[in-house]
């Protein structure tokens, strides 16, 4: 099948924002539910399989992992009812790190089922069963050929590591000032976030195609970025400011430049062609649909959401930055960040990219 590779727009839509249960993915996920909803359906009707066996990867701990379920059996349901089928058994796995807040998914799935119950037909309610998976999905999870779908949303741009290729030999930073690719970086920091990436995304492949079914699909969504350029300020905004952030805290004498230089974000944004050629590189997938949906920001609103942005990348940085600096300078560094992205927001409107890809496994 040709891939197809579009860009949409949707102003208005909210901050960017890397946390799993953000408004903006919210909106995201509701955009391209008809892809997820075509690709799990067809899927139905090729297989037909008595359980569908599904794989949230990265699910953190938001409604969004539950939603996203619900909305499957609700559809699959209807789709069985048109095609005078019986509807299958749904056995649903819930990954992300261990560190992870697996208990308020479990807390949600009394009033889940509840919900489940109350939309099922008159043939009776749907049978979903829901686990909880800890573990990185950078390595295996699942036993051989017994997934037939997987969903990731807004967790593939988050890389394995730090990209070794950032320090030198004595292990001091090529990329001093900054904690990500910025205009100022030595070409070769690129480079190397480039590398991590293809490997992780590489690896994240081969694994799930042991995974998976013959025929099996996956639908991913990632932060990504339009162009060839990754120092565009829609790619590098939210990174730039939070350096600007540590350097008010430096020259305050709260922590040591030298330290900061040492940290760096695990982080990337790959572009539509990138993650094609990749898949194409890998060889265990076809492409079926390859899209970026480019979601804008109102910048009247950047007063209101300087400072939850700030919170939102808080909640993924601050267990790395406490590591790192200790609990001293978490509040104090959040508090200028959310001061500069408000600053900064009111001045130009933002736009992120959310890369949509759809995955069949080859026999």
């Given at each position: ?55 949230d990867l990265g699910c953190s701990s938001g409604s ?83 997934l037939d779908f997987i969903h990731s949303s807004f ?209």
């Open positions: 099948m040709s891939v197809e590779r579009v860009f949409r727009m949707k102003e208005g839509v909210g901050e960017t924002s890397y946390a799993k249960n953000s408004l903006a993915q919210k909106e995201a996920l509701h955009m391209v539910k008809h892809i997820t909803i075509h690709t799990i359906i067809d899927l139905y009707v090729s297989k037909t399989p008595q359980t569908l066996h599904i794989a969004n992992a539950l939603s996203v379920i619900g909305e499957i059996v609700k559809v699959l349901g209807e789709k069985c009812c048109e095609i005078s089928k019986p509807m299958p058994e749904f056995q649903v796995f819930l990954n992300d790190l261990p560190t992870n807040d697996f208990n308020s998914l479990f807390v949600a799935l009394p009033d889940f089922y509840n919900k489940l119950v109350k939309e099922g037909s008159s043939e009776g309610s749907p049978s979903v069963f829901v686990a909880g998976v800890p573990g990185s999905f950078y390595g295996r999870l699942f036993p051989s050929n017994s967790s593939l741009h988050w890389l394995s590591q730090v990209p070794p290729g950032l320090f030198d030999k004595d292990g001091k930073s090529i990329n001093k000032g900054k904690m990500y690719i910025s205009k100022t970086s030595p070409k070769s920091v690129t480079e190397a976030y480039f590398m991590q990436f293809q490997e992780d995304f590489t690896h994240f492949l081969k694994l799930r195609s042991k995974e998976l079914i013959s025929g099996g699909r996956m639908v991913l969504m990632m932060q990504g970025r339009k162009g060839r350029d990754q120092t565009d300020r829609n790619n590098i905004l939210y990174w730039e400011l939070l350096a600007e952030a540590f350097a008010s805290i430096v020259s305050l004498g709260e922590v040591e430049q030298e330290l900061v230089d040492s940290y760096d974000i695990h982080f990337y944004s790959p572009s539509l062609e990138e993650v094609e050629g990749i898949v194409q590189s890998e060889g265990s997938f076809e492409i079926d649909h390859l899209e970026g949906i480019e979601i804008g920001r109102n910048s009247s609103k950047a007063i209101k959401t300087g400072r939850a942005t700030a919170m939102t990348i808080r909640a993924i940085q601050e267990p790395l930055i406490r590591h790192k600096f200790g609990d001293g300078i978490i509040d104090p560094l959040f508090e200028r960040y959310g001061e500069l992205l408000e600053e900064e927001l009111a001045k130009e409107e933002v736009k992120s990219l959310c890369l949509i890809v759809v995955l069949r496994k080859l026999t």
